[in-house]
């Protein structure tokens, strides 16, 4: 490369720095910002008083604010489920009694979804907050549902404490989207303008051969961010170029999943949450094996095979699904992690797809 060449890119490393620090994780956020983010949620005041209440907003980055967010629901979750735990016992009318051992049941889960969020701040996962996020306020939400088809009175006010913490989750949904909107336009800044400094392929160019790929894909927009998150993987956009790394992403996928399975099977103290984790974790595990199966199909050139791999993929999918029905007890929420893990395989249905109708034309 020519020191013409190697200069422009390094302006170039400084112009995107420099356009990104106001926003960056590691700078201020501004009460501007706050207020901005604030926005987003059902009431921008509240919220602005809530986050400012806390002594460390006064010089807080993305990150810091994220965390300030997180502990604010985090203790007031807490608080509710140890007056969740008073009320259920002193109530004397059986019908609160019930509903408050439901609720108490969904604020444990909450509280263990908000607790793995903040190890996944900490250890810069960022991109799986999101995940956690969801999870406590589907819980919330439960307790709700629950809380509204109450009859009796609700002497101890708790649909209002819950609605507080409904509100504060929301909070944390915003300032960790905004930690990952910054660190994810970091990265895409990289490579989406460096790398066609170095002489490779353009990659607005590779960006929308990608995006056409995700349209095909049911969940467009979940395609995109799992694309986006791991764009640097995908050296080449042609039919093959998207297929290898596509698969490999799949049975990462599958493994992350079949490993948190064997931990709830491990931890879990009920009996019938026991046989159902091992069970879909078997099935996690055969459908690791298939793509790795269907990898080596695709190393040797013998794409006409991968599609009775991906068939028996989704089989192993449904599979744990049934066990994990609509009406059954899941408060690890794997139900949400099949979910997750259909896009990978659509995706890789799609790819395959078009990996042999370019085969078949040729």
Same mark, same amino acid.
């Given at each position: 490369?020519?020191?013409?060449?190697?200069?422009?890119?390094?302006?170039?490393?400084?112009?995107?720095? &420099?356009?990104?620090?106001?926003?960056?994780?590691?700078?201020?956020? @501004? /009460? @501007?910002?706050?207020?901005?983010?604030?926005?987003?949620? +059902?009431?921008?005041?509240?919220?602005?008083?809530?986050?400012?209440?806390?002594?460390?907003?006064?010089?807080? /980055?993305?990150?810091?604010?994220?965390?300030?967010?997180?502990?604010?629901?985090?203790?007031?979750?807490?608080?509710?489920?140890?007056?969740?735990?008073?009320?259920?016992?002193?109530?004397?009318?059986?019908?609160?009694?019930?509903?408050?051992?439901?609720? @108490?049941?969904?604020?444990?889960? &909450? =509280?263990?979804?908000?607790?793995?969020?903040?190890?996944?701040?900490?250890?810069? &996962?960022?991109?799986?907050?999101?995940?956690?996020?969801?999870?406590?306020?589907?819980?919330?939400?439960?307790?709700?549902?629950?809380?509204?088809?109450?009859?009796? @009175?609700?002497?101890?006010?708790?649909?209002?404490?819950?609605?507080?913490?409904?509100?504060? $989750? +929301?909070? $944390?949904?915003?300032?960790?989207?905004?930690?990952?909107?910054?660190?994810?336009?970091?990265?895409?800044?990289?490579?989406?303008?460096?790398?066609?400094?170095?002489?490779?392929? /353009?990659?607005?160019?590779?960006?929308?051969?990608?995006?056409?790929?995700?349209?095909?894909?049911?969940?467009?927009?979940?395609?995109?961010?799992?694309?986006?998150?791991?764009?640097?993987?995908?050296?080449?956009?042609?039919?093959?170029?998207?297929?290898?790394?596509?698969?490999?992403?799949?049975?990462?996928?599958?493994?992350? =999943?079949?490993?948190?399975?064997?931990?709830?099977?491990?931890?879990?103290?009920? !009996?019938?949450?026991? /046989?159902?984790?091992?069970?879909?974790?078997?099935?996690?595990?055969?459908?690791?094996?298939?793509?790795?199966?269907?990898?080596?199909?695709? !190393?040797?050139? !013998?794409?006409?095979?991968?599609?009775?791999?991906?068939?028996?993929?989704?089989?192993?999918?449904?599979?744990?699904?049934?066990?994990?029905?609509?009406?059954?007890?899941?408060?690890?929420?794997?139900?949400?992690?099949?979910?997750?893990?259909? $896009?990978?395989?659509?995706? $890789?249905?799609?790819?395959?797809?078009?990996?042999?109708?370019?085969?078949?034309?040729?």
């Amino acid at each position: 490369m020519s020191i013409s060449g190697t200069s422009s890119v390094l302006i170039l490393i400084s112009i995107v720095f &420099a356009s990104i620090a106001p926003s960056s994780a590691g700078n201020k956020v @501004t /009460d @501007t910002k706050i207020r901005q983010l604030c926005s987003k949620t +059902s009431n921008l005041m509240v919220c602005y008083k809530l986050l400012k209440s806390d002594h460390r907003t006064a010089n807080v /980055d993305a990150k810091g604010l994220a965390e300030i967010s997180v502990d604010l629901a985090y203790n007031k979750a807490n608080k509710v489920h140890s007056q969740l735990n008073s009320f259920a016992k002193a109530v004397q009318v059986s019908h609160l009694r019930n509903i408050y051992n439901l609720c @108490t049941k969904n604020y444990e889960d &909450a =509280i263990h979804d908000l607790e793995v969020a903040k190890k996944n701040l900490k250890s810069g &996962a960022y991109k799986n907050m999101p995940i956690q996020v969801k999870d406590a306020f589907e819980e919330i939400k439960s307790c709700e549902n629950v809380l509204n088809g109450a009859t009796s @009175t609700d002497d101890a006010d708790i649909k209002k404490k819950n609605q507080d913490v409904k509100f504060l $989750v +929301s909070i $944390v949904k915003v300032t960790a989207d905004n930690l990952n909107k910054n660190t994810m336009f970091i990265a895409l800044l990289l490579a989406f303008a460096i790398p066609s400094s170095l002489g490779h392929r /353009d990659d607005s160019d590779k960006e929308n051969d990608l995006r056409d790929l995700c349209s095909q894909v049911k969940k467009s927009k979940e395609c995109l961010d799992i694309i986006k998150s791991e764009f640097r993987r995908f050296e080449d956009t042609d039919c093959k170029g998207v297929a290898g790394p596509v698969i490999d992403l799949a049975r990462e996928k599958a493994e992350e =999943i079949r490993d948190m399975l064997n931990g709830l099977h491990k931890d879990s103290r009920d !009996d019938k949450l026991k /046989d159902k984790y091992i069970s879909c974790s078997k099935n996690y595990n055969d459908a690791s094996r298939d793509l790795d199966l269907a990898k080596r199909y695709f !190393d040797s050139n !013998d794409y006409q095979h991968i599609p009775v791999q991906v068939d028996e993929i989704e089989q192993e999918l449904k599979n744990c699904k049934r066990e994990f029905n609509k009406d059954a007890f899941d408060p690890a929420h794997i139900r949400n992690r099949s979910k997750e893990f259909r $896009v990978y395989v659509d995706l $890789v249905k799609v790819a395959i797809d078009r990996l042999l109708k370019k085969n078949d034309r040729n």
